[in-house]
């Protein structure tokens, strides 16, 4: 074997397992997390929490717009350490709490929630930062923001009363 042949194959064994990591899922989630330790079924209980927030109508619900992987990844990068411990503990006290089969009921479950409590400010987390990944989504910006290109047209015919 020459040397161009070993240096070659000793590439493509490489890029292989590089390509064959990334490829193998442990079971978390969908996304690179630093500091949060998510599954993927806590991953699939805030998409379903988050199409409860934005439900699907004539326009995309939360889901669609994949606003559950906004709120980790903004939650895992913007938010202090405190409040990602208060996050992750609400989270998993509302999961054993809820049951998401009812909508209305999820919907009245998360209205009543007591004041300072760890559900309450998982809540208030998750409810800002959806409605921030809402507000900022493509689907809004092409079709719910009217883009003006200028403040405001310029028109040098107006008549003044005077």
Same mark, same amino acid.
């Given at each position: 074997m020459n040397r161009r042949t070993a240096i070659k194959q000793f590439f493509i064994?490489?890029?292989?397992?590089?390509?064959l990591s990334?490829?193998?899922n442990d079971g978390g989630a969908s996304i690179v997390l630093n500091?949060?330790?998510l599954s993927a079924e806590d991953e699939q209980f805030l998409g379903d929490l988050v199409d409860v927030l934005i439900p699907k109508s004539d326009t995309p619900g939360g889901k669609e717009? =994949?606003?559950h992987l906004f709120v980790i990844k903004m939650v895992d990068d913007c938010e202090s350490p405190e409040n990602q411990e208060k996050f992750v503990s609400g989270f998993n006290k509302l999961r054993?709490?809820?049951?998401?089969?009812?909508?209305? $009921?999820? $919907? =009245?479950?998360l209205a009543n929630l007591k004041d300072k409590t760890d559900e309450k400010i998982f809540f208030e987390i998750f409810k800002s930062r959806a409605i921030q990944g809402y507000m900022n989504s493509e689907y809004v910006?092409? =079709?719910k923001v009217i883009y003006k290109l200028i403040?405001?047209?310029?028109?040098?015919?107006?008549?003044?009363?005077?």
């Open positions: 064994i490489a890029g292989g397992l590089t390509i990334s490829c193998l500091k949060l330790k717009l =994949n606003l054993k709490q809820l049951n998401l089969a009812n909508a209305k $009921e999820t $919907e =009245n479950s910006m092409k =079709n403040p405001g047209p310029y028109n040098g015919a107006v008549k003044i009363n005077g």
